[in-house]
Nanobody, 116 residues
């Protein structure tokens, strides 16, 4: 059974930091492109960052460049999103995602609220 389980969300003040984690089971993690998305109610889910299977290729959405860092640990079958200098506009539910055998897999999401 495939599972993606996110953790690490919460309430943080502007300028603060959070580290999101996504643990994957049921798939060959070391072969997967892993992505982080976020979604605000009433808006489409947007891609925040992705990292290639070996971590050699990384993409960031423009608004998070220089503030967010995506990383992975293939031994732990986990992907991470370090979020620094958080802004109110980063408030969203964050999801990890991957695609395998032509099927998309999503976690349940972890909520991030940036507010004073």
């Amino acid at each position: 059974q495939v599972q993606l389980v996110e953790s690490g969300g919460g309430l943080v003040q502007p300028g603060g930091s959070l580290r999101l984690s996504c643990a994957v089971s049921g798939l060959t993690f070391s072969s997967l492109l892993m992505k982080w998305y976020r979604q605000v109610p009433g808006k489409e889910r947007e891609l925040v960052a992705h990292i290639s299977a070996l971590g050699t290729s990384i993409y960031y959405e423009d608004s998070v460049k220089g503030r967010f860092t995506i990383s992975r640990d293939n031994a732990k079958k986990s992907v991470y999103l370090q979020m620094n200098s958080l802004k109110s506009e980063d408030t969203a539910v964050y999801y990890c995602n991957t695609r395998a055998s032509l099927k998309d897999y999503w976690g349940q999401g972890t909520e991030v609220t940036v507010s004073s």
